[in-house]
């Protein structure tokens, strides 16, 4: 079999299972249509908000309203990296900035946000999938 089949199998095996813990995709069609995947769990926390997160076709995963906050943050891992600016006279200075490591990979990109979701929001929907039963 071939591991491109293997991984779009394993994708959808995933995307199929997420609902059946109570995660609801709400993406558009423009988003689909980009790439995009958004998706929110079924609690409002004690704020008020509804914990919404996305996958980018460019390799962002994201964190659209969390549970404190409506302020989109970045989950990817972040690494120092060594840049170059010229300056007024010509000369190159060096100074380090900080760049976010993409997931290109989808079915990586969907692992590392469920294993996040899990880690934490397990409190909630572990306590909302009781209610529900």
Request: aromatic share 14%; glycine share 4%; charged share 25%.
């Amino acid at each position: 079999m071939n591991q491109y089949f293997l991984q779009k199998d394993l994708e959808e095996l995933l995307l199929t299972t997420l609902p059946l813990i109570g995660i609801k995709y709400i993406t558009t069609e423009k988003q689909k249509k980009n790439g995009t995947i958004v998706m929110e769990l079924p609690i409002k926390t004690k704020y008020g908000y509804v914990p919404t997160f996305a996958l980018y076709k460019s390799g962002y995963v994201r964190v659209l309203k969390s549970k404190k906050s409506l302020h989109p943050y970045q989950l990817n891992k972040k690494y120092k990296c060594e840049e170059k600016y010229m300056n007024n006279d010509f000369k190159l200075v060096p100074y380090t900035t900080v760049k976010r490591a993409l997931i290109h990979n989808r079915l990586t990109a969907l692992v590392y946000l469920t294993d996040y979701i899990m880690k934490n929001y397990k409190e909630y929907l572990l306590y909302t999938n009781y209610e529900s039963n």
